[in-house]
């Protein structure tokens, strides 16, 4: 790293450690914290040395530590963008600086691809469509309307876009499926409880909820036994990432259906810097692989669980 003491005559980055900046989302969900350790856990593993930081869901605190970055000439820069736009100004300048970028778990909508060198990560629009494959399947029999609450992770980010915009096009094809309410609750367990009380209150007769984390479903849960009704009988919950007390929620009854997000990137990625910095050709998109879960599903998986 360029900042560790280097040996011979190369100076810069004349040791071969390499050293990457990290600016991380924030601390919003179990997601986030199980994907940090990851990442974390294995920099070190992979001999690299990581400087992080947390921009807590603010984009201009991401801007900030990536110009850090680029100040003290870290080799590699990975970020986690927490908004899809509006991220092509900083990017030029650590083009221009010529340290490559990766994208890991959210992408940007930059025409210019050439701005990062890859973008590791889940696809958001098929987990939505995922969830709303089990939604369709679970009332194929009825022909009832099935009025839906959505809780909508961070506005502008590419998990809520996409996760909504999957969920919209399957359910779409079924007129009896119908979003009465559609809100942000930020990814966070107390926004997302927040948000239902009110959604509550505003909607007598709620038949499922499409919660787009685990977090904001465990939130919501909260809110709809404070209401006096039963979560995952009165109202059924559909909710994306399987951390382990979601599918604890699932196993216990409270949660129907969960479509896994998988936050262990962090190998992947350590992979990918390498190859990176070395000059190797990566691939442009590299798919993290997720299964989903019921509720007797996610009784035989919590036992070996990992987050
Ligand atoms: O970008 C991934 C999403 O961010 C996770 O699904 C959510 O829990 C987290 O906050």
Request: glycine content about 10%; some cysteine.
């Amino acid at each position: 790293g360029n900042d560790s003491a280097t040996t011979g005559s190369g100076g810069g980055s004349g040791d071969n450690t390499i050293t990457m900046g990290f600016s991380q989302v924030g601390a919003e969900s179990g997601w986030r914290t199980a994907n940090t350790k990851s990442v974390q856990d294995s920099a070190k593993t992979a001999g690299i040395e990581l400087k992080f930081s947390d921009a807590q869901q603010k984009q201009e605190n991401q801007i900030k530590a990536i110009r850090s970055y680029i100040q003290q000439k870290v080799d590699v820069i990975a970020f986690s963008p927490v908004v899809e736009s509006g991220w092509d100004t900083v990017l030029k300048e650590a083009q221009n600086a010529k340290i490559p970028v990766i994208l890991t778990d959210r992408a940007v909508d930059s025409k210019d691809t050439s701005l990062y060198k890859t973008f590791l990560g889940s696809d958001f629009v098929e987990e939505g469509k995922k969830a709303g494959q089990w939604l369709v399947e679970e009332y194929k029999d009825s022909t009832d309307t099935v009025n839906i609450v959505e809780l909508q992770g961070t506005t502008g980010s590419a998990p809520a876009n996409d996760r909504k915009a999957g969920f919209a096009e399957v359910i779409g094809s079924d007129p009896k499926f119908k979003i009465i309410a559609s809100q942000t609750g930020d990814f966070t367990r107390a926004k997302g409880k927040e948000v239902m009380e009110a959604f509550l209150k505003s909607n007598p007769d709620i038949d499922v909820l499409y919660a787009h984390n685990d977090d904001m479903g465990l939130g919501a849960i909260e809110a709809i036994e404070g209401a006096g009704k039963v979560p995952g009988k009165d109202i059924k919950i559909i909710t994306v990432d399987a951390v382990k007390d979601g599918m604890q929620a699932l196993a216990d009854g409270k949660i129907n259906f969960i479509v896994e997000c998988s936050p262990l990137l962090g190998p992947q990625l350590m992979d990918l810097a390498k190859k990176v910095v070395a000059g190797e050709q990566v691939p442009a998109r590299v798919v993290t692989e997720e299964t989903t879960f019921t509720q007797e599903q996610a009784k035989e998986a919590l036992p070996t669980r990992q987050y």
